[in-house]
């Protein structure tokens, strides 16, 4: 069964080309990488994915049905749940109410209808245990976490609302080789709970770690898809540096 599969999708800002002709499959229990460097369409990818733009060429299919997604809201509704790298938290709140952000559960009646704190702690210690993260306090402050445990915290909460499709956008950009591990570990965390995960990176060895199949951009184009078994993670690495570009660029820096 295809969760999400975006064939020959394209995406246009005037006389901009952000996107032609990429093509993708989102399996449960699967990962997919998107692999590219600045500027190779990702973010119009992950935009599209969600929600936020509307592709104009190519089609979208949501569970083998055909869509155009009109907003965030939508994508969530149809179980796509979007991480982004700039985490949408409140710092000085405690983990437990940036966990439910939005989506908080109320107790009692009328005039008396309250946040029922005790049941989002509860849950929120239960579904970060379920995903293997325990953490020291859920009241703490979610900016006293380090960047990594943000992002497992992202995770956690996506899946303990029902999604089935988790896109996360450079999760480990911006964190060092420990705290990248951590949360890759979440992510085949994800994908063994039975999501199907968009991992979204420029790290090759990253994506190389968890992946199942690799879609590789290049300027807006799709200049390579693979599964793991058609691909080894130094052909990878190859392709991202930019193959016969970079042996060009070697020539040409080479003394004379």
Known sequence: MTLV???????????????EGVSLEVHPGDITCVLGDNGAGKSTLIKIVAGL??????????????TTLS???????RGIATVYQD????????????????????KGKGPFKRLDTDLMRRTTRDALLRMGIDLRDVDQP?????????????????????????VLDEPTAALGVKQSGV???YVAAARDEGL????????????????????LLRRGTMVGKYTRDEITLEELTQQMAGGSD????????QRT
């Open 183 to 185: 949360v890759l570990k």
């Open 246 to 253: 970079l042996e060009a660029l070697r020539h040409e820096l």
């Open 142 to 166: 979610i900016g006293t976490l380090s960047g990594g445990e943000r992002q497992c915290v992202a995770i956690a909460r996506a899946v303990h609302f029902g999604a089935k499709v988790l």
């Open 5 to 19: 599969k975006l064939t020959g999708v394209s995406k246009h800002y005037g006389t901009v080309r952000a996107l």
């Open 196 to 215: 199907g995960v968009v991992l979204i990176t420029h790290n090759p060895h990253h994506a190389y770690l968890v992946g199942d199949r690799f879609v």
């Open 53 to 66: 733009h509307q592709h104009d060429g190519g089609t979208l299919s949501i569970e083998g049905e055909e």
């Open 87 to 106: 985490l949408a938290v409140v710092p000085l709140m405690p983990v437990w109410r940036n966990f439910f952000l939005g989506s908080e559960p109320r």
């Open 71 to 77: 907003s965030p809201r939508e994508a969530l509704d």
